[in-house]
């Protein structure tokens, strides 16, 4: 009983403490400001280096580039821009951008601030990118500057 009580009462703490703490959005925000979601203080830890969870997230990684088939290439490469119209294939052939242009607005300015709050939790962490941790891997789509160090929290999944 004293558990059922104390997860409200916990809950209850954060939300007023986050109220309290607020601060003005920064002039680059669209919705979220990212200073207000401190992801480090949020996100479980990644795997640490060297450890055996690193090396069997690593072993994910190679098991699924030897197993890849060429559609899911051609998939991972479309999905390298990150678009909400990705989901068309799913939401229907009246779900694109030229017919929606206020919904890509919107989702031009969340996808603004995902990768501002994401970016937070990428410099707190600092994680290597797989194919920084090992050279057996090969990345689908070109590797840009800046990015060895970028892969925690993703990106993708931030906006997802």
């Known amino acids: 009983m004293k558990r059922l009580i104390c997860l409200p ?3 209850s703490l954060f939300v007023a403490a986050s109220a309290a703490s607020y601060a ?7 919705y979220l ?3 207000q979601i401190p992801l480090g203080a949020l996100l479980a830890p990644p795997s640490a280096d060297g450890s055996e969870r690193q090396q069997a997230d690593l072993d994910a990684v190679l098991s699924a580039q030897r197993s890849r088939t060429p559609e899911q290439v051609a998939r991972a490469k479309a999905d390298a821009i990150k678009s909400v119209f990705r989901f068309a294939d799913v939401l229907g052939p009246d779900f694109h951008q030229t017919g929606l242009p206020n919904t890509a607005a919107l989702f031009e300015a969340v996808d603004h601030d995902a990768e501002r709050v994401a970016k937070g939790g990428k410099q707190f962490f600092s994680r290597a990118r797989p194919f920084v941790a090992s050279r ?14 970028n892969s ?4 993708h ?3 997802g």
Not at 24 to 30: E, L, N, Q, T
Not at 136 to 149: L, S
């Open 33 to 35: 400001d990212a200073r």
């Open 136 to 149: 057996d891997v090969q990345p689908i789509v070109p590797k840009r500057p800046g990015d060895d160090y």
């Open 9 to 11: 009462l916990a809950a």
């Open 152 to 155: 925690y929290p993703s990106g």
């Open 24 to 30: 003005a959005p920064s002039a680059d925000a669209s």
């Open 157 to 159: 999944a931030t906006f």
